[in-house]
């Protein structure tokens, strides 16, 4: 069962990963390099990138199913290795719009390569695949 709910959380963060942080990129890419966020598009930019953070770090550190882990991050290798197969088909799947637009700049500097790499560590770990002793009792409530 927590494999499941690890394959539905996996498909979830998709998008959300690809979204937040595209959107939150071209948010705040304009922005001077130790100037403060003044306005509040930028402060939302930031907002958004934190969030995928967040959830970047609750699917890492968490004993979810490595599955949570694993569809985005074969989302986001897959898509940089279609960058280096070929760049303007690659480049072409981003949508329209300010969320398109960070995607592929995210993608054409290699961020999206280093999310998928971290994202598929939790995959390579045994001790994530296996259920916690307390869990595999007897089946009664009181182990």
């Known amino acids: 069962m927590r494999h499941l709910g690890g394959f539905i959380l996996g498909i979830i963060a998709v ?3 690809l979204y ?3 959107w939150g990129y071209a948010r705040t890419r304009g922005l001077a390099v130790g100037a403060s966020p003044a306005s509040t598009p930028e402060l939302l930019g930031y907002a ?3 969030g995928v953070g967040l959830l970047i770090g609750l699917i890492l550190a968490t004993r979810v199913s490595p599955l949570a882990a ?3 991050a074969a989302a986001l290798l897959a898509w940089t290795g279609a960058l280096f197969w070929d760049a303007q088909r690659a480049s072409g799947w981003a949508p329209g719009g300010a969320a398109g ?4 700049a995210l ?3 290699g961020v999206y390569g280093l999310l998928g790499v971290a994202l598929l560590l939790p995959l390579l770990m045994p001790r ?3 259920r916690r002793e307390e869990d595999a009792g007897d089946g009664t409530f009181f182990n």
């Open 15 to 17: 998008p959300i990963v």
């Open 20 to 22: 937040g942080t595209g």
């Open 48 to 50: 958004a990138l934190g």
């Open 70 to 72: 694993f569809l985005p």
């Open 101 to 104: 637009s960070g995607m592929s």
């Open 107 to 109: 993608l054409a500097s």
């Open 128 to 130: 994530r695949w296996r």
